[in-house]
């Protein structure tokens, strides 16, 4: 499959990895809109939202606990955003599920 994220996990394409177990990994956004910005996703290729929702719903669970973690992690008492875009409305380019965890400066609500 054509999927730069499936190719990043099988270690075809170099990335920074934040993180890594069996079913889930971290990596840096290649292009940081704030000065932390991670994707947090599934090893497995999940297309969006919805279908990791009706295959496999157990992994949003793990994926948000380590948002999370890391956001407490990093960003303290400071505060953090976890976000999915979904579809071309919600801004996905990218069509991997993916989780973007953004600190370390204000984000503005609604993000436009
Ligand atoms: P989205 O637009 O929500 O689908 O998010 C896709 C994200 O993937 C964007 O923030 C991109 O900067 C990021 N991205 C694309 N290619 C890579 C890559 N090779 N390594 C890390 N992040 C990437
Ligand atoms: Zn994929």
Not at 46 to 73: C, H, I, M, S, W
Not at 83 to 109: C, S, Y
Request: include cysteine; glycine fraction near 10%; aromatic fraction near 6%.
């Amino acid at each position: 499959m054509d999927c730069i994220l499936c190719k990043i996990a099988a270690g075809e394409i170099k990335s920074e990895i934040i993180y890594q177990d069996q079913d889930i990994f971290v990596i840096k956004d290649i292009n940081p809109q704030a000065p932390t910005h991670l994707l947090i996703l599934p090893v497995e290729h999940y297309a969006n939202l919805g279908e990791v929702a009706d295959k496999a719903p157990e992994l949003l669970t793990a994926l948000f606990a380590k948002g999370a973690d890391l956001g407490r992690q990093i960003a303290g008492e400071r505060g953090f955003r976890v976000v999915i875009n979904t579809g071309p409305d919600g801004g996905q380019t990218v069509d991997h599920l993916h989780l973007h965890l953004l600190a370390g400066r204000e984000l503005q609500w609604p993000p436009g």
